[in-house]
């Protein structure tokens, strides 16, 4: 015989009842949004405000009337499209994005290629303090990229910089790294020691991803390790180059921290000198926030075009070699 469930004291209603099969249903599928709630709040008020916020102003100019004097004088009016094509026909902009191309075109085939050299090299079975290896790769991604630019601006500096002074005691030439043509190798210098690291860490995960049983197989039919770094891991580590390589592009043409701390150390880093300089230029040295907005949005659409077609592109080559 059993007892029915006693109700506390004083609570008045029905006993105690096991809920519905449709309320367990409706609570079991509603609990993935309380979990996903606090991941979309931060999302719509610092990415996607944000950028409907740049993407409103970008549509606006401010009408100055008369001498620009008095609570009415200056008024936010509708602009159009006036802006996109004063940014699109800007040749500041334009030969800051040609700089910047330059500079991509250096820092990540160089950066991805030590990357990878790098991983296969740790990948490899004679290679000896891995771990150490390892952190002292990873180690200058660690370092925020002002302070890398601020320690490396100031060893290019002739007056107070080693290499320098190692150079004029050999009798050997010594080249001012922040003028002219060499300032694109100084500042590609920053960038590839401070990301090489983290490439390098993305490729390894991956190459000690792959079962050991291919490697086996591949010693048993004859191949060296030069051929199966080239003909296994190389191909098989091919997403994660394709990742690699899709940040490295992201980033270079979102490269800001280096050229504006060099620019007090050197006259040939203009307040312009990549696209996201004249942003800040025009927003903050000129106030011309309108502007400056345009400018943002028409590089955010380069970035995802860009990134939208080197994707395709290798989808479509991956697609390729699994029907062969």
Not at 231 to 253: C, D, G, Q, Y
């Amino acid at each position: 015989m059993t007892t029915a469930r006693r109700r506390p004291y004083g609570v008045k209603g029905a006993p105690y009842a096991h809920p519905s099969p449709t309320t367990t249903l409706r609570r079991a599928r509603s609990a993935p949004y309380f979990f996903l709630l606090p991941a979309t709040v931060l999302f719509l008020l610092f990415f996607a405000l944000p950028i409907g916020y740049a993407v409103y102003l970008s549509f606006r100019k401010v009408r100055v009337s008369g001498l620009g004097l008095g609570s009415g004088a200056r008024k936010e009016v509708w602009a159009g499209l006036q802006n996109y094509t004063d940014a699109l026909g800007d040749s500041e902009l334009v030969d800051g994005a040609l700089r910047v191309l330059g500079y991509g075109c250096i820092v990540v085939p160089v950066m991805l290629g030590l990357a990878l050299l790098f991983a296969l090299m740790l990948d490899s079975e004679r290679v000896r303090l891995a771990p150490f290896t390892r952190l002292a790769i990873f180690l200058p991604y660690a370092i925020p990229g002002v302070v890398a630019a601020l320690l490396w601006g100031f060893l290019y500096l002739p007056d107070v910089s080693p290499f320098y002074f190692v150079l004029d005691r050999l009798g050997l030439p010594q080249p001012d790294l922040l003028d002219g043509g060499p300032l694109y190798l100084a500042l590609s210098n920053i960038a590839v020691w401070g990301g090489t690291g983290f490439n390098m860490i993305v490729i390894y995960t991956s190459l000690q991803a792959i079962p050991a049983e291919v490697y086996e197989a591949a010693k048993l039919d004859g191949a060296t390790p030069t051929q199966i770094a080239l003909r296994i891991k190389i191909p098989m580590v091919a997403p994660s180059l394709v990742l690699t390589f899709f940040f490295s592009i992201i980033a270079t043409l979102q490269v800001f921290n280096e050229p504006t701390t060099l620019r007090p150390l050197t006259n040939s880093v203009s307040s312009t000198w990549s696209p996201l300089m004249k942003v800040y230029q025009d927003a903050f040295g000129n106030g011309d926030i309108h502007a400056a907005a345009a400018q943002a949005v028409i590089i955010a659409l380069a970035t995802l075009v860009l990134s939208f077609a080197f994707l395709r592109a290798a989808n479509r080559r991956q697609k390729q070699e699994a029907a062969r």
